[in-house]
T-cell receptor
Framework: GQQLNQSPQSMFIQEGEDVSMNCTSS?????WLWYKQDPGEGPVLLIA?????ELTSNGRLTAQFGITRKDSFLNISASIPSDVGIYFC?????????????FGKGTKLSVKP | EAGVAQSPRYKIIEKRQSVAFWCNPI?????LYWYQQILGQGPKLLIQ????????DSQLPKDRFSAERLKGVDSTLKIQPAKLEDSAVYLC??????????FGPGTRLTVL
C-alpha cells in the first residue's frame, strides 16, 4: 500500500532552536496536512496545503507543499517546551477533504536533557 | 465550536468479547471517519462516511468490525469478537467539504 516516509523519527530540541522535519512519498498527493499529537489526545491539525509549491505559515510553523507533489516539510522556529509531542504528516489523494488520509509514522520531539 | 466527541475514553476487555465506540462529529460536518492507531504508528483509516452512506471501507476487517452512522450524525464502531491485535487507539474525525479533518480525543482499547 501507499506509504509516507517521515524523518527524522525522533529528535531532541533545546528551547529556542529551529526544527525541521519532512515527509516523502512515492505517490502524488493533492493535499498535504501536518498534525501534532499530544499523549492521550487525538491529532490536532496545524497546517493544510492544497497547491504544489505552496508555502504556508501558522505562527512559528511553516510548511511547504513540494513541487513534485511527493513531499512536504515542516519547520518550527524558536522552539518552546510546549512544542514537544509527535508530529505527523498526512497526504490525501482527493480534492478538498475527500478521500483517505495516508499518515507517516511521526516525528517525536522531545526536550534535550 | 464544540469539537469531535468520543466515548468511552478508555476500555479494557478480554479477547473474544465485544466492544462499541461512539462518535459525535462537529456540527454540520457531513464526512465522518474512523481510524485505528497502533502504538508507534500513524492513524490508519478504517471507514469513511459521507452523511449516512459508506464511501470507503476497504480497510475495515469486516469479519469482526462494523460501523454505522444512522441519520448522518453520530456514529458507532463495533468490534465482535475482539482479538489481542485490536489493542489500539480508535480515532474519529470529521470534515467539511473544503478543509482538513478534525480528530476527537480517541478511545484507547486494551484487549487482554
Amino acid at each position: 500500500g501507499q506509504q509516507l516516509n517521515q524523518s527524522p523519527q525522533s529528535m531532541f530540541i533545546q528551547e529556542g532552536e529551529d526544527v525541521s522535519m519532512n515527509c516523502t512519498s512515492s505517490s502524488i498527493f493533492n493535499t498535504w496536512l501536518w498534525y501534532k499529537q499530544d499523549p492521550g489526545e487525538g491529532p490536532v491539525l496545524l497546517i493544510a496545503l492544497y497547491k504544489a509549491g505552496e508555502l504556508t505559515s501558522n505562527g512559528r510553523l511553516t510548511a511547504q507543499f513540494g513541487i513534485t507533489r511527493k513531499d512536504s516539510f515542516l519547520n518550527i522556529s524558536a522552539s518552546i517546551p510546549s512544542d514537544v509531542g509527535i508530529y505527523f504528516c498526512a497526504g490525501q489523494m482527493g480534492g478538498g477533504s475527500q478521500g483517505n488520509l495516508i499518515f507517516g509514522k511521526g516525528t517525536k520531539l522531545s526536550v534535550k536533557p | 465550536e464544540a469539537g469531535v466527541a468520543q466515548s468511552p475514553r478508555y476500555k479494557i476487555i478480554e479477547k473474544r468479547q465485544s466492544v462499541a465506540f461512539w462518535c459525535n462529529p462537529i456540527s454540520g460536518h457531513a464526512t465522518l471517519y474512523w481510524y485505528q492507531q497502533i502504538l508507534g504508528q500513524g492513524p490508519k483509516l478504517l471507514i469513511q462516511f459521507q452523511n449516512n452512506g459508506v464511501v470507503d471501507d476497504s480497510q475495515l476487517p469486516k469479519d469482526r468490525f462494523s460501523a454505522e452512522r444512522l441519520k448522518g450524525v453520530d456514529s458507532t464502531l463495533k468490534i465482535q469478537p475482539a482479538k489481542l491485535e485490536d489493542s489500539a487507539v480508535y480515532l474519529c474525525a470529521s470534515s467539511e467539504v473544503t478543509f482538513g479533518q478534525f480528530f476527537g480525543p480517541g478511545t484507547r482499547l486494551t484487549v487482554l
